[in-house]
């Protein structure tokens, strides 16, 4: 019997042990927040709506009027969280603003911060929670919105919500993010790549924020159990969400533990900045993100294939860089294959030539008032040049454009791509009909449900002008004799029209090219079928059929040698 009730005993001490080592540390700062205006991204669950019921908390207790503003997704949302942490009070002194905020679209946040503007002096904190699996750009110019209103505060503070994810991306997936985001697939991946890049937007941030009253920190609440799960497809299954709850209940925190770090660093004296912090205590981050070089290489990535090198001369205003469509007012300076360029507008992703396509890489690094001094290594030459950054006009990001405005683009670069081939530049107008085909795919549609039009265009006009995009860009190939390409390209045109006659001729050549009489033969057949006078296409038929009889004729003999 005693036994029993000592195992008892041992097993319900291990398991309250294990409980509160897994809970983690707990915040115990009494600072006053008399006044003070807090944001906080993604505050309609989670850590977020935790972190404001905690400060809410503290305000209404010690009869403080804290002011907190729940940057949410859907209203709707927020307002239900706003609900929520007023319940827990009798005295409704705290003010609770409820804002929609999407941390993907440029304009949402242009207009987040316009509102702040207009209703508040000053901020004394933002907590950046929301955004798990978005490009890390939208915390990032959130912020940089926001700094104007922070400095303001005479004691500011930025938190950015990290995770411990963030260990699991190596050197191999720093370069491929900074390559091209489309490789890597994996969701922890991308969940620990977006934690990384808050590691390191922490770090660079504080040091440029080093002289002013601002301080940037990053908090790892640890495994809470948050709606995140949701995005991690086998921890989300129901049987194996069952299996895992004996589990769960003891080392996954609640919203209201995990919030604690944040927390910490909201009201905390101290004044360490740029750092990365655990159960309410300062911790080691991944040495990839303490890495100044692999940090340089994720703020400052120059070229894929590190042919373009880059030397600041004089930094520029920390903000927006140019993208795709900004109009940048330039100077180049000290170039080796041009003269002295002053005051000269260039429009990103709007140029002709190896040399100018080299340049809007560089340009789209630098930042308003910055000089740079570039190394370019173009086919085994070394060329040098000075830029500066005069003036932007910033167009938005591609992701943030509706449909229309894409269209537009992309229709623009197919008729540049037109006068160029016209021109027999066959080179630079196959860059403009790729451009155009990278624009017009950008453009999402619902296979499931496909809608009539997008923004007022019709998804057939997208498809023929995908179609279209595709043939222009054979035609190039086709002058060169690039014949697989040519049959790629011939057949994606097909598929979206397969009685293009265009595409079914130069299929058909290309085939002849490549020896494959059949193919060629089937091609050539179906284009007469829908133009029987085509002349150009008998006769390269009647070529094809000599072909195919004369391969006849050696199988023929092949085969009589054999059985004889």
């Not at 100044?292 to 400052?300: N, T, V």
């Not at 549609?445 to 496909?450: A, K």
């Not at 086709?478 to 045109?493: M, R, S, T």
Request: charged share 20%.
């Amino acid at each position: 019997m005693w036994k029993y009730i000592a195992g008892s005993v041992v097993v319900g001490t291990v398991a309250y042990g294990l409980v509160k080592y897994f809970a983690g540390g707990v915040c115990r700062c009494t600072t006053r927040l008399d006044g003070q205006v807090v944001v906080i991204t993604g505050a309609n669950s989670g850590i977020g709506k935790a972190l404001a019921l905690e400060l809410a908390k503290r305000g209404a207790f010690i009869l403080l009027r804290a002011t907190l503003v729940l940057a949410c997704r859907t209203v709707e949302k927020g307002l239900e969280a706003k609900k929520y942490i007023l319940s827990h009070f009798k005295n409704k002194s705290v003010k609770i603003f409820v804002k929609e905020l999407d941390l993907c679209k440029i304009s949402s946040i242009a207009k987040f911060t316009c509102d702040l503007k207009a209703e508040f002096s000053e901020i004394y904190a933002l907590v950046n929670n929301a955004g798990v699996f978005y490009h890390p750009q939208g915390p990032f110019i959130l912020t940089h919105y926001l700094l104007d209103l922070l400095k303001k505060s005479v004691h500011a503070r930025i938190v950015n919500v990290s995770s411990e994810g963030h260990r699991i991306v190596n050197v191999t997936d720093l370069n491929a993010v900074t390559k091209c985001q489309t490789e890597i697939r994996d969701q922890f991946v991308l969940y620990g790549v977006s934690k990384l890049a808050i590691n390191l937007f922490t770090k660079e941030l504080s040091k440029k924020l080093l002289n002013t009253n601002v301080i940037v920190n990053a908090a790892n609440p640890g495994n809470v159990e948050t709606p995140i799960f949701r995005n991690f497809l086998p921890l989300s299954h129901p049987l194996f969400f069952a299996l895992q709850w004996p589990i769960r209940i003891v080392v996954i925190k609640s919203p209201k533990q995990g919030a604690q770090t944040p927390l910490h660093l909201l009201l905390t004296s101290n004044r360490t900045t740029g750092q990365y912090f655990t159960d309410c205590k300062l911790a080691l981050s991944s040495p990839i993100s303490t890495n100044d070089k692999f940090r340089m290489l994720k703020m400052e990535p120059v070229s894929p294939d590190g042919n373009i090198t880059k030397q600041v001369l004089i930094k520029g205003n920390w903000g927006l860089k140019p993208s795709e469509n900004s109009k940048c007012t330039i100077t180049i300076t000290e170039c080796s294959s041009l003269n002295d360029i002053n005051n000269y507008l260039i429009i990103i992703g709007d140029t002709d030539g190896d040399l100018w396509r080299s340049v809007e890489l560089c340009l789209i690094t630098m930042e308003i008032g910055e000089k740079s001094k570039f190394l370019i290594l173009d086919s085994g030459k070394s060329i040098y040049l000075v830029i500066e950054l005069l003036d932007l006009e910033f167009d938005g990001y591609i992701y943030d454009w509706n449909t229309a405005k894409k269209y537009n683009l992309a229709m623009h670069h197919k008729e540049k791509g037109n006068q160029l081939f016209k021109e027999n530049n066959n080179k630079e107008a196959a860059f403009r009909f790729i451009k155009g085909l990278k624009i017009i795919h950008s453009i999402l549609i619902d296979v499931e449900s496909i809608p009539l039009s997008i923004d007022d265009v019709l998804v057939s006009d997208i498809t023929n002008f995908k179609a279209t995009l595709y043939n222009n860009l054979s035609s190039c190939y086709f002058k060169n004799g690039l014949w697989e390409a040519v049959i790629n390209l011939c057949l994606k045109v097909l598929s979206y029209n397969s009685n293009n006659v265009k595409a079914l001729y130069k299929l058909g050549v290309a085939y002849e090219h490549d020896a494959n009489y059949e193919k060629s033969f089937e091609a050539f057949t179906k284009l007469l079928e829908l133009e029987p006078g085509n002349k150009a296409c008998t006769d390269h038929l009647n070529l094809v059929k000599n072909k195919l009889k004369k391969a006849d004729i050696r199988v023929n003999n092949m085969v009589k040698k054999m059985f004889n």
